[in-house]
């Protein structure tokens, strides 16, 4: 009875910001690593960050360094991403996932990845 609901996507200009929330049920949250995913019509799946079990190690892709930050709050939870500076190739479809329980602070195979959330759309205008 494992479950993902991603919550806060919509539709912004470039430069603009959104918070994406994600909301677990069903597991032991915080011996998961959680990340975040994102998919374009096209292209593949790919990881945008994740975050280790109590939150203090954290994983970007290059692309969104600087402009993205995860957080968890394991007492509600929940993992969050926030979004800065968004450009119009960050438009996509965003998905929340736990990972197996691997014991590595840092997922970041999609293979390693077990839960999903049924995903929150993104658009970035120009």
């Known amino acids: 009875q494992v479950q993902l609901v991603e919550s806060g996507g919509g539709l912004v200009q470039a430069g603009g910001s959104l918070r994406l929330s994600c909301a677990a049920s069903?597991?032991?949250?915080?011996?998961?690593?959680m990340g975040w995913f994102r998919q374009a019509p096209g292209k593949e799946r790919e990881l945008v960050g994740a975050?280790?079990?109590?939150?203090?190690?954290?994983y970007y892709v290059n692309s969104v360094k600087g402009r993205f930050t995860i957080s968890r709050d394991n007492a509600k939870n929940t993992v969050y991403m926030q979004m800065n500076s968004l450009r119009p190739e960050d438009t996509a479809v965003y998905y929340c996932?736990?990972?197996?329980?691997?014991?590595?602070?840092?997922?970041?195979?999609?293979?390693?990845?077990?839960?999903w959330g049924p995903g929150t759309q993104v658009t970035v205008s120009s």
């Open positions: 069903g597991l032991t949250f915080s011996r998961h690593v």
């Open positions: 996932a736990a990972d197996r329980i691997t014991g590595q602070p840092v997922v970041v195979s999609v293979r390693e990845y077990d839960y």
């Open positions: 975050i280790s079990w109590s939150g203090g190690r954290t």
